[in-house]
């Protein structure tokens, strides 16, 4: 099991990456191995998001 107050996760307030636990859980996204991937982290919410939709709308059919 890996410690994840060393990675990386995303401030959904800020906009800031940040590592460790830095800000409240209800404010961050991750957690990320790297940096550049929790950069990323709006993208990947957003596709997650909109797959889940269209799972949803496939289920719901």
């Known amino acids: 099991m ?29 957690p990320f191995d790297t940096e550049e991937d929790a950069a990323k982290a709006p993208e990947l919410l957003r596709e997650r998001s909109r797959q889940w939709a269209e799972d949803e709308a496939r289920d719901n059919d």
């Not at 890996?2 to 307030?13: A, P, R, T």
């Not at 906009?15 to 859980?25: I, L, N, T």
């Open 2 to 30: 890996s410690d994840d107050s060393e990675k990386y996760w995303y401030n959904l307030k800020t906009g800031q990456v940040e590592r460790g636990y830095a800000s409240p859980a209800v404010d961050r996204a991750g």
